[in-house]
């Protein structure tokens, strides 16, 4: 079993679609960080999360940390939201652990 | 510089010669991470750098690979002997201090024939 898993693995949505992303550790983290990253491109930081909530624009983030999960929600969705979205964890010595990677694609 | 700059942006090279490969982080960055994209793959955690020292190691593959970085700043990546396997995408972060947000380079692509 891989210490971060992310579900689903892939996603196609409406565009207007609201969209959420999950993501489990089973590791002790020091921080969160969600990451997205276009087809050819590099890769970009959403957000970095070591409790509770953070907002961008149309982006939402969220962490429980008791129960050692993420959330990564899109409202409003639109087709350049297209990518992969990656979570990634440090752990306390700060090595950083990714997870699988959930492609999206939202349909116009 | 604006942004994390890595160089070069493509190198091929025949297997069992070694590249380096080089990270210039964001100005006041201290803290520096190499990671590596395999094709078709995930990421892969690499090294880590907190100013010019390397408390973890634990993510490089062989003794073959090694890092460095001076002055708190450029790093450099080395692969020794390179295998077929190695061919990936090397990506550098940093961030302005530790468990700060990562900003990536565009990334080395590798190519070992």
């Known amino acids: 079993k891989n210490e971060v898993e992310q579900s689903p693995q892939n996603l196609t949505a409406q565009e207007g679609e609201f969209i959420t992303i999950n993501c489990s550790y089973s590791v002790g983290i020091s921080a969160l960080h969600w990451l997205q990253q276009h087809p050819g491109g590099g890769i970009v930081s959403l957000f970095m999360l070591s409790s509770g909530k953070k907002k961008h624009g149309r982006l939402i983030a969220t962490i429980n940390i008791q129960e050692k999960h993420s959330s990564l929600h899109i409202t409003a969705s639109h087709p350049r939201d297209s990518a992969v979205y990656i979570c990634?964890?440090?752990?306390?010595?700060?090595?950083?652990?990714f997870g699988a990677g959930t492609r999206l694609f939202v349909k116009a | 510089g604006a942004g994390v700059s890595q160089s070069p942006s493509n190198k091929v090279t025949e297997k069992g010669k070694d590249v380096e490969l080089r990270c210039d982080p964001i100005?006041?960055?201290?803290?520096l991470y190499w990671y590596r994209q395999s094709l078709g793959q995930g990421l892969e955690f690499l090294i880590y750098?907190?100013?010019?020292?390397?408390?973890?190691k634990s993510g490089l593959p062989s003794d073959r690979f090694s890092a460095e970085r001076t002055g708190g700043s450029v790093s450099t990546l080395t692969i020794q002997r390179t295998q077929q396997e190695d061919s990936a995408v090397y990506l550098c972060?940093?961030?302005?201090?530790?468990?700060?947000?990562?900003?990536f380079g565009e990334g080395s692509r590798l190519t070992v024939l």
């Open positions: 972060a940093s961030s302005l201090r530790v468990l700060g947000e990562l900003f």
């Open positions: 100005s006041g960055h201290t803290a």
């Open positions: 750098f907190q100013g010019n020292s390397a408390p973890d």
């Open positions: 990634a964890v440090n752990t306390g010595g700060f090595k950083t652990i």
